[in-house]
């Protein structure tokens, strides 16, 4: 039997990693789970994520450079770990994944959106999620979080509010269009209640392989 494939999206300081911590202790009892992120998940792709958020000042990443790496990134990610975990009849639950690119390079970056649908179906095809849980909330709101959480911030963090507003627009826009794969948390609640709609999404995916 192949196995689900579950996406969290969102945008800096949506509270990702908190929901991914929380869907593992959630799913891990029943089903058979693996846990990853984009970009990354394998070595080759790690590496290219650690150019893509830590690139040096000195020579400035390109938009057209970003979009390719993150599908470069992408192609190994899915041919030697997330296909080969589905085809084991593995969960598998990724932070972030292909949304991400709409949202952030097509939305943040202005990229063309031909351009990027042409790499989504040569490269993703249709390893699709069966569900997306993006994590919603209004940019200025994200960024005080990540500000509060202190630290260094990669080049992707660095970003000025309006391009954050701009990847939010676009993960709301996606949403409203595939209402029934991608469903919307407001992450700006406090952890209590994101949980409880997390729980609940989770609760209705679940009831529904069951059909």
């Known amino acids: 039997m192949i196995g689900k494939f579950i996406t969290v999206e969102g945008t800096e300081g949506a509270g ?6 929380f869907i593992e202790e959630y799913l891990s009892p029943t089903f058979p789970l693996v846990l990853t992120r984009e970009p990354g998940g394998t070595k080759l792709a790690e590496a290219i994520r650690h150019l893509l958020l830590h690139a040096k ?6 938009p057209m ?5 993150m599908f470069a990134a992408r192609a190994q990610h899915i041919h030697h770990l997330i296909k080969p975990s589905l085809q084991a009849g593995k969960w598998v639950v990724s932070d972030r994944y292909i949304d991400a690119t709409y949202a952030y390079q097509v939305g943040g970056r202005e990229l063309n959106l031909e351009t990027i649908s042409l790499f989504d179906k040569q490269v993703v095809g249709d390893v699709y999620p069966d569900l997306t849980i993006l994590l919603d909330i209004p940019a200025e709101l994200g960024m005080q979080r990540t500000e509060k959480r202190g630290g260094e911030k990669d080049r992707i963090e660095q970003e000025q509010i309006s391009f954050f507003d701009r990847v939010r627009t676009t993960y709301l826009e996606r949403a409203k269009a595939d209402p ?14 994101v949980q409880a709609q997390l729980h609940a ?6 009831k529904s392989q069951s059909l």
Request: hydrophobic content about 45%.
């Open 16 to 21: 990702k990693s908190t929901a991914m911590r």
């Open 57 to 62: 000042e000195t020579e400035r990443v390109a």
């Open 65 to 69: 450079t970003e979009l390719l790496l």
């Open 180 to 193: 029934k794969r991608m469903k919307v948390i407001d992450a700006s609640l406090d952890l209590t209640k």
């Open 201 to 206: 999404v989770l609760d209705e995916f679940i």
